[in-house]
């Protein structure tokens, strides 16, 4: 079922957790048979978030769509905070006061609410975010995509931000914008900015759409037209300039709504995945002067198996099977199956069906998407968060406005099975899923889920290990590369195997996972080799490293190992 004809069915059917804590094996693996399981520690973490719409009964495009979420460490403590997107009353219709949320790690399970004394309990729109630090100071700062405007926050190192918009070049600039990335396209060492943008839509431009000629609707996003994305290049003086027509990014058919980064050919040059509502896919094919291609017709990702283009919402990108090339995973309406795309010499291929993802998703609406090694077992798990846009789509057959969110257990193999009733603490509850991110927020060295729902709460589930499995982690520190390492390639060895993991902003939808990179290693407790590649071209190796901690990798000053992680 595609918007179209599930709108048209519509108008037919409706005319505080200590950190350390020790497990017992057996009770766990009662409540989980998975090696793992998702506790619910929203309340006692201290995250209370109601995310508003603004819904009235305008029925307004943006309601459907909000909002995203992030893990970043913004006071450069070490401990992962989180920042939660909002969106607000529309003019003439204000009911309540509502901004987006910073909540401070108290480095002991527990959150503190510090949007206002950081700066940032300011009124807008918002829809998703991306961290950054595109000044290079060591700390990093906040993109939010709006309706509207949207708004670049500098963080001054202080434990504060400070609204940059209008001096940094990205001002007097109204759009529908999504999902975003921070990037360094050139390679010159620092980061540039890549937006998605979604409709030509404001609420004095708004259709009416209606499935009974008398009461509106929420339109399909045939009925406006497309917009293209932009790219900003940071020109290093704390401004940006808008290369988005010099760089062939420009495309007015678009309509995207996620954004993953990628190394498509290995060049060592990031190339960029778009996820397109009803429009093709793009694969922006890094040029190395300074230009796109889009490539993603012949490369295999554009459209479905059936050579249709899908309602593409999230997408992350990551080496799933192990082949040593990114696999691709987008979520898409219902019906339409989540598309699970394995990548080989720059061709694709959606393997949804055989892997065990495709009919396990073709009655959910998806949204966030992320490869994430919840069991530590080596192999990368998919995680999908799901959701519909209307909630009288409750009239239609099965399915359900609120839906469950989706765990895809990797056997190793590229072969998935949908394990979420298995995990425990509610985390298979339905939602109106939207962002999605991961962080290891307690520091104990697995993944830990953060969850956000439209015009309703977040959720946050800490990751505990039943019988617990080895990781090893990396934080990158660029020094001559832009200072976040975006872009860099981390790749361990290990027992005649290997994993890869590439340091990158963006991915899910609408919404930031954590800088660092974790690797799962089973039983191990230690690696033979890492290989770290520098965005700037800088290659290095260490050998013999002990899992059950974090390394700090410094570009051109060594590896640091810290007690824990």
């Not at 480095?107 to 700066?119: I, K």
Request: glycine letters at 12%; proline letters at 3%.
């Amino acid at each position: 079922m595609n918007r179209r004809s599930f709108l048209r069915g519509i108008g037919i059917a409706s005319a505080a957790v200590p950190f350390s804590r020790v497990l017992s094996a057996a009770a766990a693996a009662q409540s989980s048979p998975l090696g793992f399981r998702f506790v619910d520690v929203t309340a006692s973490a201290g995250i209370q978030f109601p995310h508003n719409s603004g819904a009235y009964g305008g029925k307004f495009l943006p309601e459907t769509l909000g909002s995203g979420c992030a893990f970043l460490d913004y006071d450069g403590d070490g401990w992962q905070d989180i920042l939660l997107i909002n969106s607000m009353d529309w003019p003439g219709h204000t009911r309540s006061r509502s901004t987006l949320h910073l909540y401070r790690n108290n480095r002991n399970g527990t959150f503190t609410d510090a949007t206002h004394s950081t700066g940032l309990d300011i009124e807008m729109y918002g829809m998703g975010v991306a961290v950054g630090d595109y000044n290079n100071d060591g700390f990093p700062d906040i993109l939010v995509t709006c309706v509207g405007q949207n708004r670049l926050f500098k963080n001054t190192g202080k434990g504060t931000f400070i609204d940059v918009t209008k001096s940094s070049g990205l001002g007097n600039r109204m759009g529908f914008s999504t999902s975003a990335l921070w990037f360094d396209y050139d390679r010159d060492g620092l980061l540039d900015l890549f937006v998605c943008n979604y409709v030509k839509w404001s609420p004095e431009h708004d259709v009416f759409c209606s499935l009974d000629g008398k009461h509106k609707s929420y339109c399909t996003p045939e009925a406006y037209r497309g917009a293209t994305c932009w790219l900003f290049r940071n020109k290093g003086n704390g401004t940006f300039e808008d290369v988005t027509a010099t760089s062939g990014i420009f495309d007015s058919s678009s309509k995207s709504l996620g954004v993953a980064m990628l190394d498509d050919d290995k060049d060592g040059w990031p190339d960029l995945l778009v996820a397109n509502d009803t429009q093709p896919n793009k694969l922006y094919r890094n040029q190395r002067n300074g230009t796109f291609k889009d490539v993603g017709v012949e490369a295999g990702l554009a459209f479905s198996a059936e050579g249709k283009a899908r309602a593409g919402m999230g997408v992350d990108v990551a080496d799933f099977d192990g082949s040593g090339s990114p696999g691709v995973a987008i979520t898409n309406f219902d019906n339409e199956m989540i598309g699970l795309y394995r990548g080989s010499g720059g061709n694709y291929v959606d393997v949804a069906m055989q892997s065990g993802v495709g009919l396990a998703s073709k009655n959910t609406l998806g949204f966030g998407c992320v490869f994430v090694d919840a069991d530590l077992n080596g192999a990368l798990d998919l995680v999908a968060v799901n959701g519909h846009i209307d909630d009288t789509v409750r009239n239609i057959r099965n399915v359900g406005y609120a839906q469950p969110p989706q765990l895809f257990v990797n056997n190793g193999k590229g072969v998935f099975k949908e394990a979420a009733n298995e995990v425990g603490g509610g985390f298979s509850q339905p939602k109106v899923g939207r962002g999605l991110a991961y962080g290891d927020f307690d520091r104990d060295g697995d993944i830990d889920i953060l969850i956000t729902t439209n015009n309703g709460p977040a959720y946050l589930y800490r990751n505990d290990q039943v019988a617990p499995n080895h990781s090893i982690r990396f934080h990158l520190i660029g020094t001559k590369s832009n200072r976040d390492a975006i872009g860099a390639s981390v790749q361990i060895f290990h027992a005649g195997s290997s994993q890869s993991r590439l340091v990158k902003s963006g991915s899910s939808y609408l919404s930031q996972s954590e800088l660092p990179v974790t690797f799962g290693l089973g039983k191990r407790d230690k690696i033979d080799r890492v290989v770290l590649k520098w965005p700037s071209g800088r290659t290095e190796e260490y050998k013999n490293l002990a899992s059950g901690r974090c390394y700090e990798c410094t570009e051109s000053k060594g590896i640091t190992p810290r007690d824990g992680f």
